[in-house]
Nanobody, 124 residues
């Protein structure tokens, strides 16, 4: 069992940066693959980035995130991060972190645990 709490969202202007954090509880954080997803009201949750368990040596990104966003993890602190640079108004969403056993996935369906979300708003 793991509980996830996101933080770091806010209102920024286009071109600025934000770093989202997702703090996890539980003793087995390092065994989970972690993902970041985002969702607009009335829309499906979409994949942003994912990182493999243990050392996090494998990372995956949606095309919209490549070159601008970086996912990383600190197992000692039980935190996964999403560094977001060069933000655009179209990055305005609620961002969620999620955890699953095994390999990362770009689909939200296999993820067992979810945070409550953090709002990111990018003004033009």
């Amino acid at each position: 069992q793991v509980q996830l709490v996101e933080s770091g969202g806010g209102l920024v202007q286009a071109g600025e940066s934000l770093r989202l954090s997702c703090a996890a509880s539980g003793r087995t954080f390092s065994t989970y693959a972690m993902g970041w997803f985002r969702q607009a009201p009335g829309k499906e949750r979409e994949f942003v980035a994912a990182i493999s368990n243990w050392s996090g040596s494998n990372t995956y990104y949606a095309d919209s995130a490549k070159g601008r966003f970086t996912i990383s993890r600190d197992n000692a602190k039980k935190v996964v991060y999403l560094q977001m640079n060069s933000l655009k108004p179209e990055d305005t969403f609620v961002y969620y972190c999620a955890a699953k056993g095994g390999s990362p996935s770009d689909s939200p369906k296999p993820y067992n645990y979810w945070g409550q979300g953090t709002q990111v708003t990018v003004s033009s």
